[in-house]
């Protein structure tokens, strides 16, 4: 067996005891990142990665110190210096885990069922980045590494990843690599191995809409002034024709249309009317005419209202006309719109439809442009290749409909494609009571990843 | 100077500190009904008023207690057993002060500056109650009373009067009258003596509107669900045409037109578009077509967003996708208008516009019709010649915009008509610091009512 990709397949499976007792201990360290009271927490955890990493077998091994919470790195070298070098991306830090009494055993006291590890950040993305580093310490253990790898783990995913841009601007040479591998991405089904290699872009506004100078008795009022909530509602209300389009000037122009191959791949993906009817429990499914339910998440660009408010809106009745409303609005965009422009067609929309009975402005919050990677890209066919490998049948290519700055950021900041996948699955409860990992999965991803480095140094 | 009409006049001027002296002291309690902190102030003030009529000659004076604040009941009789009765109303409670720094003199330390008397509750309403106390403790002076009076003067009246309609309910012999006198609505100028005759109805709703089953991210499912903040804006935009008028169906059916006298009368009134605009700081007008600014107030229906609420509303960008939004709204009425026909008119309307990818539901709040006095009635027509006698003009005739549902109430329960007045001004900064009254004109509005009670017993 001297094949160093057999027996690094062989070293993961012989050592997944072991793999999963290493998380277990991971997952013992309440990192979350949002809550003060767990600051210690968070770096401790960051210690421990950067331990696991050094006994994996990486070098140069750092917790690096951002504007918040650290960033973990390290990296290993491959013999050939011509290899390509892949920049893995994780994160140690986990979401709160409240509501605590929903929990059947503790979130941070890791507790197998069944097939399934339960613990906050076991799916999300404990398990990923524990996957990560045991294909890894098994490329190591194997012979010379078929790629050179860099390892960045950040603790602030589930903040927004604040510190992350600064922190990439300032380690250009340090990051420099051929490709980032993303396991942040789940799957869509245990026996569904999936890449997403498309996420859609964000352009957030606040919209304020005034009216009188001050709030007004709606009685001794109502009738002369066009109440701002009412002229809000009016204008939200012309965002969206009847098909569902977006109406804002220009919005499509630079939309990148699906060509009849994506759309045959998408129409792969089990993600039917079905499957969002009962996914979301909405009473009927709405949305873009002429495009599937996927390609109006994935490949489509949206505008949503994030959030209302005007006047009163206690318990009861009070006659107020508001002299202000408000509404956050958000867009999600694709290739090859721009956050920009987006912003310029709000306002060309609201010049154009805003009466001269109120006043408005527009607040921008956001602005992250879509990325979408080639699917002829080495990488994504070295992904490709390895998760056929180990689940025997050709992975499904996703396009995300959220939002992933650091694949943005990667992209804007080191001219580097990412390419997305994962071992977590659509029931893993992230974000939620009793996150679970499923075991046989997470294993069949660990093999999946050794393939991976092996075929992407192979190009 | 036997004319006891003119010994009352003579009397009020010449006890004029006097009753000054005696707002001043009814102004220096804080009967702040709001605020159960100032439950024992409300109680003083409601004893103040009972002593306060006892001296002035009334009969049968007493604090009736109320599921709330108690109602200071009194009355006296005319000789003439078929003499008319007058329900004099009034509210011995005030707003709360707040904020109290913009104040120039302490809002519970009566001042006088000017012509001015400054204070809470000066003008809203214990000027006016004492005016009215005045007025009739000089007929008491002068002679045989040509009417019956009776006063309920409640203390709830700044909280929406919760207690009344029972308390009315369970004191019809006592409150038996001819007409009643309100003196809480103002005057347009100090020049232009008023009669508000007519008021608006009232219906409050809140409207929800509810989407997917929870709230989702905005970016993994924007585009498959019809978003409720959109759809709850889709439908308030839709409850007006381009014209502003209300498209709920038959909502105009009932709606009494204005004849062309009254027209020319409400014509007559000094509020203009610019009046509207300086008062309110709007940027243009906006209502109803075909109808001028005082017209859509006071004789049209209208249909108001009170309040909008719905998903994220904090500072900053949350990517939600809401499962829930909810608009207050109101309608004003108008002759003949029904609250409960409104209902089911807003329901029709929902139910033909509201599209199936959304549930929906309807709350009721409130439903009071709108009043009209007739103009002949003879208790306005005595106000009327009052109001001219004192300021040598014909008063203006009045529709007010807001609803005040004692005038209802009396309608509904006893079969009373109102007829409304007062002598607060516009500038008056009732319910805002620096409330003040203006002396020369509350003396001749207490003139006036001596002349009012003459007249009416008249007939």
Known sequence: MSDPRLQALEYVRRNRDRFLEDLKEFLRIPSISTDPA??????????????RLRKAGAERVEVLPTGGHPVVYGEARADRPEAPTVLVYGHYDVQPPDPLDLWESGPFEPTVRGENLYARGASDMKGQVMASIAAFEALVQAGPLPVHVKFLIEGEEE??????PAFIEGNRERLQCTVSLNPDAGMIAPDLPT???GLRGLAYFELRV???AHDLHSGLYGGVVHNPAQALC???????????????PGFYDRVRPLTDEERAELARLPMDERFYLELTGAPALWGEAGYTPIERIG?????EVNGLLAGFTGPGAKTVLPAYAMAKISMRLVPDQDPEEVYQQLVRYLEAHAPKTVRWEVIRMAGVRASLT???????????RALEAVWGRRPL???EGGTVPIVTQLKEILGVESVLTGFGLPDDNYHAPNEKLHLPTWSRGTEALVHFFYNYGER
Chains 1, 2 share one sequence.
């Open 38 to 51: 767990h600051h210690d927490d968070v770096r401790r955890a960051a210690e421990w990665v950067a331990d």
């Open 159 to 164: 903040i927004g990843s604040p510190s992350l």
């Open 195 to 197: 890449i997403t290699y």
């Open 210 to 212: 005034y009216g009188p």
């Open 234 to 248: 009016e204008l939200i209300a012309g965002m969206h024709d009847a098909e569902g389009r977006v109406t804002l």
């Open 299 to 303: 490949a489509r660009p949206t505008l």
């Open 374 to 384: 080639d699917r002829n890209h080495p990488a994504v066919q070295a992904l490709s």
């Open 397 to 399: 290519f996703k396009r």
